[in-house]
């Protein structure tokens, strides 16, 4: 194993991402095996624990996790997510201690609906995104999808409003971080519940 991760370290971090891919899969919200959790486990050098690719995300476990360096690269052998790249990315442009992808109905009509952006404003939930509840508006991003995930990291950065911890990717789904696994679980959360809510605006 590489630096201080240890096979026991990637495991506990496995068990904790297939807890939450339970939870997100009940959720309709990684349908097939569509989606990608990870978490941090070293910072320098950057190292993640990321799910593995073409899993059924309901039944993820503790062992369905690949530790990735920077570039979203397997230090240790397997096949990680073919977007863990963008996770290794967002991880380190925003500082963020866990990453989720999913790929949800909301994301994807809101995205087509408003490619410039959606804005929010005067909404209680907002809070959950750690903005004022009133008077402030706060822009979730919409950027162009690409399978090149150089691309679509690009566009993240270029797109990314430091005050929403979250990107839709047209076409895609929702990308949103946190310090950890439970803060990023509750943007997603938070985030989605906002989408849906725009969704049946008129
Ligand atoms: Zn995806």
Not at 45 to 58: E, F, M, N, Q
Not at 168 to 186: E, I, M, T
């Amino acid at each position: 194993m590489t630096a201080d991760i240890t096979a026991s370290g990637l495991q506990e971090a496995g068990a904790v991402l297939a807890a939450e891919s339970v939870r997100f899969a009940s959720f309709g919200w990684m349908r097939g095996t569509s989606g990608n959790l990870s978490v941090v486990l070293s910072r320098d050098p950057l190292r993640l624990a990321v799910t593995a690719s073409g899993h059924d995300k309901g039944e993820l476990t503790a062992a369905d996790v690949v530790l990735v360096d920077g570039q979203g690269t397997a230090v240790n052998g397997g096949r990680p997510s073919a977007e863990a790249e963008l996770h290794a990315r967002v991880a380190a442009l925003t500082g963020a201690g866990a990453v989720v992808h999913v790929h949800t109905v909301a994301s994807v009509a809101m995205g087509h609906r408003q490619p410039g952006g959606i804005v929010f404003k005067d909404l209680e939930m907002l809070k959950g995104v750690g903005q004022p509840a009133h008077d402030v508006e706060v822009t979730l991003p919409v950027i162009g999808n690409s399978q090149d995930m150089k691309v679509l990291g690009d566009r993240l950065e270029a797109a990314r409003d430091p005050r929403m911890p979250a990107v839709v990717v047209a076409g895609h789904g929702l990308y949103a971080w946190g310090a950890d696994p439970r803060q990023a679980r509750h943007h997603t959360e938070v985030v989605e519940w906002l989408l849906e809510l725009e969704l049946t605006r008129r």
